[in-house]
């Protein structure tokens, strides 16, 4: 069964500062791989998505993501984190057999003045 | 304009209660998702929908748990007789052609 790793739980960093939120999915062939961004009480808001093609995928928000395969994983960074930037990011694989994501279990962004 | 609207925003309810969380997507799609949340954990998989019919299920989403779109416009998530368990934000999502599923702002359910 597909699973997925963000390994960070917290994470804390200075305003302006760049950003790296790890991702590790497991699945035998190459999965569909989303980051979705999640603030306090609100919904799921997708940032990028990767399907196929260029492995370095450009999101909203300024977020980037890149997928190397041999690491099995689909990190997001961002070069300069704004305030606002503080929430919660979920990394999410769908299988290419199946029509449901699975999540991984979240890190949440601080962001420090 | 919000691809996926909830309701309700927030129900309260007494455990062995019936609740009904509906959600309307904006536009037509095949596919709808419902996804659950308990409090400061991972977002996890219902159930998905597709074509008036049950797709998938997770081993969450047990006898307790159905699924409806009875008009053709709303899709809704019943759970027959809640459990402290249950207390959770429901997410429903619907699907596009490029695999992106969009979320609603989901349905908080507190059983007490």
């Known amino acids: 069964a597909q699973s997925v790793t963000q390994p960070d739980i917290h994470i804390t960093v200075s305003e302006g500062a760049s950003l790296e939120l790890r991702c590790n999915y497991s699945?035998?062939?190459?999965?569909?791989l989303f980051w979705y961004v999640q603030s306090p009480g609100q919904g799921l808001q997708l940032l990028l998505k990767?399907?196929?093609?260029?492995?370095l995928v450009q999101g909203i928000k300024g977020f980037e993501a890149e997928f190397k395969r041999s690491q099995s994983s689909f990190n997001l960074r961002k070069p300069s984190v704004h305030w606002s930037d503080a929430a919660e990011y979920f990394c999410?694989?769908?299988?290419?057999?199946?029509?449901?994501?699975?999540f991984g279990s979240g890190t949440r962004l601080q962001v420090q003045p | 304009e919000p691809e996926v609207t909830q309701t309700p925003s927030h129900q309260v309810t007494q455990m062995g209660q019936e609740v009904i969380l509906r959600c309307v997507p904006i536009s037509n799609h095949l596919y709808f998702y419902w996804y659950r949340q308990i409090l400061g954990q991972k977002v996890e998989f219902l159930v998905s929908?597709?074509?008036?019919?049950?797709?998938?299920k997770s081993e969450i989403f047990d006898d307790q748990f159905s699924v409806e779109r009875p008009d053709g416009s709303n899709f809704t998530l019943k759970i027959r007789s809640t459990k402290l368990e249950d207390s959770a934000m429901y997410f429903c999502a619907k699907r596009t052609g490029s695999r992106e599923l969009f979320f609603g702002e989901g349905s908080r359910l507190t059983v007490l």
């Open positions: 699945y035998g062939a190459t999965p569909y």
């Open positions: 990767y399907l196929s093609g260029d492995t």
């Open positions: 929908f597709y074509n008036n019919e049950i797709s998938e």
């Open positions: 999410a694989v769908m299988d290419t057999g199946r029509r449901a994501l699975t």
